[in-house]
């Protein structure tokens, strides 16, 4: 394959010795489609490992190459060296790559070794990555290490972009108490973030504290977090702690942001329980022509809501047909 010199990749990795670089090329290399095995290095049978002395070691002692098609891209892997008997090597062989993966096992944390590659990344100019190798191992605490790395390493805050990926990402692995920590964290650091406080509000709301939800949501709003999920998220809580006239204030202000079938029915239910039965007709009658009648009796909530404003149900009733509609709006 003929490539483009500007589509090509020269990225290092580098770390302690037995961090884990040589397992991260050869999943690269497997996943991309260069190497049709996934080798391991306490078998031997890794692509970059194949020298005799290396095999029995279970180390790299001198830099291996090999290559990965990716979108288009050719990107050369250099897995170099990482302990201290074999650091020239590495040196050497960052001067000429793009980018430095700085790989960091998670149990055992920020090394001899992993201090001196990361100077070395630093002096030649490179983007770093740092990679947190071993999550599966006994003591690994992702949201400990990261600000573990980060004191260690001397790095800048992170982008409030990456702090809401790492807890996002530790949410979708169903580590929720880990994931509010993220974001605890991220907000010592950097208090004028509004995304943290949202998502916080919605891991909150996941392990049922709705004061503290409550709390995050608001705080949001407040630095101008102007998000149709936030108003509604809170006037939900508002709606459920009996904060009725907040919870329509929240509504309308959601509506003012964006036109929003969700926060007409929201709207509705909040009339509803103050007895203003022709205002929430008025909100549901809306919400179906913002929801559109083929979708929305696709899901069964049209009917419901047209039956509903014809009943002029109120209380428990309307609850329940509401909460119907969320239940397979959900669901879709």
């Not at 944390?109 to 992993?114: K, L, M």
């Not at 201090?115 to 030649?124: F, N």
């Not at 309308?252 to 029915?265: G, V």
């Not at 709207?267 to 909100?283: D, E, I, S």
Request: aromatic share 8%; with cysteine.
């Amino acid at each position: 394959m003929r490539v483009e010199i500007a589509k090509i990749r020269n990225v290092g990795l580098a770390g302690h010795g037995s961090g884990g670089k040589t397992s991260l090329a050869e999943a690269l290399l497997f996943n991309a489609g260069a190497s049709n095995r996934l080798g391991r290095v306490e078998e031997g049978t890794t692509v970059l490992d194949y020298d005799e002395d290396e095999i029995k070691r279970r180390i790299t002692i001198s830099t291996a190459l090999a290559f990965l098609e990716w979108k288009g891209h050719k990107v050369n892997l250099l897995d170099t060296p990482g302990f201290g008997n074999f650091l020239a090597d590495t040196k050497t062989c960052l001067r000429v790559v793009d980018t430095t993966v700085i790989v960091i096992p998670a149990p055992s944390g920020v090394q001899v070794q992993t201090d001196k590659v990361w100077s070395y990344a630093t002096e030649y100019g490179h983007a770093r990555v740092i990679y947190l190798s071993k999550m599966d191992r006994e003591r690994a605490d992702f949201a400990r290490a990261v600000e573990e790395y980060r004191a260690s390493l001397r790095l800048a805050p992170q982008s409030s972009k990456t702090w809401s990926n790492l807890g996002m990402a530790l949410q979708a692995l169903g580590r929720v108490e880990e994931a509010v920590q993220v974001y605890q964290q991220a907000i010592q650091i950097q208090p004028d973030q509004p995304v943290f406080y949202h998502n916080l509000g919605g891991l909150r709301l996941e392990q049922g504290d709705w004061p503290g939800a409550a709390t995050a949501f608001r705080k949001a709003l407040d630095l101008g977090y102007h998000n149709l999920e936030t108003y509604l998220s809170l006037a939900e809580i508002y709606l459920e702690t009996g904060k009725v006239e907040a919870a329509l204030e929240l509504c309308r202000q959601a509506l003012a942001t964006q036109p929003s079938s969700a926060a007409q029915f929201k709207l509705g239910l909040a009339y509803l329980r103050l007895g203003q039965t022709a205002q929430a007709r008025v909100a549901y009658e809306e919400g179906i022509k913002q929801f559109g009648a083929g979708e929305g009796e696709r899901i069964g909530a049209v009917d419901d809501l047209k039956d509903l404003i014809a009943r002029g149900i109120q209380g428990a009733e309307a609850q329940r047909i509401l909460d119907n509609y969320w239940k397979n709006r959900s669901g879709e």
